[in-house]
């Protein structure tokens, strides 16, 4: 058959046709309007960046001749010698003792999934994620083909065999390959795993010998209550040793300096570490050396106030937000009350479409929030739904709950 020669589609491998557009992106769209209150994005509050500081480190860098070529160049793949270092001393202090060679640095943490999606998943093997999970990360291991299975290490029955079968489905090559998941403040429940569960999901690993993805994207955003060790820390804690790990930890410096920089890491066993670099290689050579160079500036100067900083202000809104949901949500309506991050996860009675109601709630409300299905390996979770408090001003928080709160009501009328 004759193909027109702007008919892509018959040309893309198997692979793209899990890289849908997600219909989230879609219905977001819808919020370019300035009028409408959104609860919908997970990004930081750029009032919150350390303009000033990024600004100044990159002037130092580049009146310097020797430091701006090194900015202008290549750069090696494991990343700025002086980041890494940073890095793994701040890895050491989170209870992770290691060195630079076990730091790998990324374009964000999202080239780090999907490199760990590279290095690790056969098409059709499984990975255990939470349901629901970071949709990004589902986004980046699809480009691999794997299945999904669900980890529930709060749930009674963790059954590594049943996994292990599960996964084979009558083909023996395939495997349970990873366990993923957010354990501090998740995206998108803002759910935090108790130590028992961290154990517990070693536990699972070690039945399975998988590795386990910690993804730390929002550990450092900490409101309240006692930090629970690291599963990276908990398994380094067992062996003594790092390299004996079977946990890979993905950090980042996006919620905490400057996502638009993309500076994140990978810490795991040195032999890991020495593969992946050559996945980095394959991938984009180096991450940019000048927004390294930045960020180990910033690193070393102003992390520590920017987080406490940020801290207050994220611990400020998210109390707003829990207690305008509090005066205005109907009963029935619940929600998680995280200690931590950037997400509040909302969960409406079984006959409200989540979808359905961010439709009418920017149309007659002018308020959004991101519906929960797509967070879903399964595709369930329609009745649910995540609020981030991160951008929205304290006036506009009780005002978009307030608003919202009619058409639940109203859409949780049954149907007669
Ligand atoms: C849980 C989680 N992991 C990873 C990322 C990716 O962040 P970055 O690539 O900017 O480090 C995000 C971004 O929202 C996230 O929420």
Redesign the pocket.
Known sequence: MQHHSSDWEPRYARRAARMSGSEIRELLKLLEQPDVISFAG??PDPALFPEAEARAAGAEIMADPKRARSALQYAVSEGDPGLRSWIAAHMTGLGVPCDSDNILVT???????DFLGRMLLMPGDTTLVRWPT?L??LQAFNAYEPRYDRLDPEGANIDAAGYAAAARDGDPTRAVKFAYT?PDF??PTGATMTLGAREKTLGLADALDIAVIE?A??TALRYEGKPVPSIMAIDVARSGDVNASRVIY?G????TLS?GL?V?WICASKALISRLVLVKQASDLNSPPLNQMIIHRLAETVFDAKVEEARGEYRRRRDLMLAALERHMPAGVSWTKPEGGLFIWVSFPDSVDTKALLERSVAEAKVAFVPGRAFHADGSGGNTARFSFSLASAAQIDTGIMALAPLISQDAQPIS
Do not use: E, H, M
């Open positions: 997970g990004i374009s964000g943490s999202q080239q780090a999934l970071y990004g990360a957010v998740a995206n993804d994207a929002y993905c980042t410096f996006s919620k996502p993309r994140g």
